[in-house]
C-alpha cells in the first residue's frame, strides 16, 4: 500500500472509529435504566478509547487527501475489520471490570450453570461476537444469552442494526465528509451503489429513514404479537425482547435475548409471528425507500428480488418441510421446515430446532437451496443474493436458447423492467458467475481447513454447514461455535464473516494493495 494511500485510509479510518465512540455511548443508557454499573462503565470507557484513538488519527493525517478510485474499497474493508476490533472492546472491558458478585444478579433464579460473560476476557471471542453482530451474522460465544446482562444482549442486537445498512452508508447519511466524488466511491464500496437521489448523503438519509420507520412497525407488530399470544409474559420483558428481535430481525442478525433463540418461548404461534421480521429483512433498503418515499406501491410485485423471494418462501418452505417430513427427523417437520427455510434464506439465523439432527438431503438444500443464496440485493442479507442466482438462470436460459438461433440474430433479454443487448448480457453474466465462483471457492477452501480441528462428532456436511453460516451471515449452527471452538477454526470464521459481509470485492482490493506495497519494498531492498 502507498504511503499516500495509507494516509488517506487512516484519516477515513478516524472518522469511522469516531463515530463508533458514539455508538458505544447509546448502551450506557440502557446500563443506566437497569442498574447495571460495571457494564455502563465498560462502554463509556470503551468509547473514550475510540473517541481519543479516532481523533488521534484524524488530526495526524488531516493533511491527506480525499479517496480515489480504488481506495473506497481499502477504506470499506479495513474499515470493517478495525470497527469490529473497536466494536469488541466493551465486551473485553466489561469481562475484566465486573465482579463475580454483580455477574450472579445477571443468572435465571434456579440456574445451575455460570455466566457467560467470563468468556470475553478471551480477546479472539470479543472479535468474534463484535464481527458477527456488526456483519449481521448472529454466530455468538455467549453460551447463556441473558447471563451477560441487558446492556451487552441491547449491545448485540443494537450494532447488527447498526451493521444491517453498513458503517459507512452510516457515517454519510450524519456527516457530509469529502467531495461528491469521495463520498460516491465510499457508498459503492459498502453498498449496492443504487442511487435513490442525486446527492449521495441524500440517498444514505433516504435510506436510514427508510431502515427506521420499518423497525418502529416490526417492534410494535412484536410487541401487540406477544401480549396477545402469550399474555402472562412480563411487558417489560416483552418491549425489550421486541425491541433486541425487531433490531436483530430487520438486520437479518439472528441475535436473541433468550437463552434458546426463538425456541426460548416454547410456542408454534411465536414462531409464526417471528416469520414476518424475517421476511421483512430479507428484502433491499432501496425497495422500502420506493415504498415508503415515492409511494410505489406496485415494487412489491414488479421488484424481481421482492418477488422471486416470495416464490423461494412458499416453494422452498414447501421442499423443507417435506424433507423432514420424510426423514422423520422432526415432530414437527411444517412447523420447523418453514422457520427454518426462511430464517436460513434471509439469513437471520434464529433457531427452534437442533439442525445438527437432520439427515443429509435436509442438510444440503439448507445450505444451497437457502443460506447459500440469501435475500435481496441491496439489503442487509449475505449469500451470493438472490439478484445474482436469479440473474444466472436467466442467462443460462438465455444462452441455451441462443443456440437455436441464427449467428446473426440480435436476442435481447428483458430482465428486472429492464432491456439488455447481447453485450451487456455476457458483461453481466461474467460478472455474476466470477463472484458466485469465488464465493463457493473460498466456502469449500475454508470447510476443508477447519474440517481437521474440528471434533469427532463433528462430520464434513456440518463442517460445510457451519462455514456456509459464517460466509452467507446466517448464523445458524449446528453446534460447532462455543468458547471451547479452536482458534484456527473461530479466525477462520471470523474472516469469512469479514469476507460474506463485504461480498469479497473490496477485501481483495485491500489484500491486492498490502501486497503490491510489499513487493515494491523487497524491490527497493535488493537494489
Known sequence: MKSSTLRIVLKELGSLIQLM???LLVPVVVGVIYFEWYSAAGFFISSVICFVTGRLLKEIFKKAAYPLNNQGYVIAASGWLIMTVMGGLPFFVTA????ESAMQAFMPQGATYTSSLPYFKNPLHCLFESMSAYTTTGLTMT???PTVGKTLLFYRSFAQWIGGAGFIVLALALVDVGSGRSMKLLYRSESTG???????MDTAKGIWKSYAIITAITTLYLIVGTLIILPHYPLTDNIFDSINHAMAGLSSGGFSTLDDSIAGYQSAAMDYLYLLPMIFGSFSLPF???IFYNHKFGEIWRDVQTRSLLYCFVAGSAIM???????KVSETPFR???FQYISAISTTGWQTCNIHLWDNKSFLFIVFGAMFIGGAWGGTVGGIKIYRAVFFLNGFKWLVKKQFYSPNTVRPMKFDGKTMMPDEIYSELSSVSMFIILFALILFISTFATMFFLPPEYSFFDALFESTAAQSTAGLSVGITD???NPFVESVYIFQMWVGRLEIIPVMVLFASIFSFKKKENKVKFK
Do not use: A, N
Open 21 to 23: 465512540s458514539f455508538i
Open 96 to 99: 475484566f471490570i465486573t465482579p
Open 143 to 145: 453460551v447463556h444469552e
Open 194 to 200: 443504487i442511487s435513490l437521489r442525486i446527492r449521495v
Open 288 to 290: 422500502y425507500f420506493r
Open 321 to 327: 418441510s417435506l424433507l423432514l417430513w420424510y426423514s
Open 336 to 338: 420447523h421446515g418453514i
Open 483 to 485: 468458547p471451547g471452538m
